[in-house]
């Protein structure tokens, strides 16, 4: 069963940083693009980051590119977000996700999905 378990979530101030991880488990993830999104309340879901598995290709959503970093670690099944520079915006609960196709940043193309981890940036 492929999983995706997201962690690193918490409380920050205004200018802060936080590391979330995303542990992937079940299957290789040999020509998926490793995203993340991001739900704040009363929001639609957004694409923020992603990454693939084989090149280690990036893209960013305007809204976090110079702050927000994505990674991944192959020999670890494992995928990150560095967030500096955090702002009480960026408020949402983050969500792991993996798919094949294209675009990145379109929900419909995502094939699993991690259950999401909250980040709260406050002022």
């Known amino acids: 069963q492929t999983q995706l378990v997201e962690s690193g979530g918490g409380l920050v101030e205004t200018g802060g940083s936080l590391r979330l991880s995303c542990a992937t488990s079940?299957?290789?993830?040999?020509?998926?693009?490793m995203r993340w999104f991001r739900q704040a309340p009363g929001k639609q879901r957004e694409f923020v980051a992603a990454?693939?598995?084989?090149?280690?290709?990036?893209m960013y959503a305007d809204s976090v590119k110079g702050r927000f970093t994505i990674s991944r670690d192959r020999a670890n099944n494992a995928v990150y977000l560095d967030m500096n520079d955090l702002k009480p915006e960026d408020t949402a609960t983050y969500f792991c996700?993996?798919?094949?196709?294209?675009?990145?940043?379109?929900?419909?193309?995502?094939?699993?999905w991690g259950q999401g981890t909250q980040v709260t940036v406050s002022s």
């Open positions: 996700a993996a798919g094949t196709q294209s675009p990145w940043s379109v929900e419909r193309t995502v094939r699993f």
């Open positions: 079940g299957r290789t993830f040999t020509n998926y693009a």
């Open positions: 990454v693939t598995w084989n090149l280690g290709t990036t």
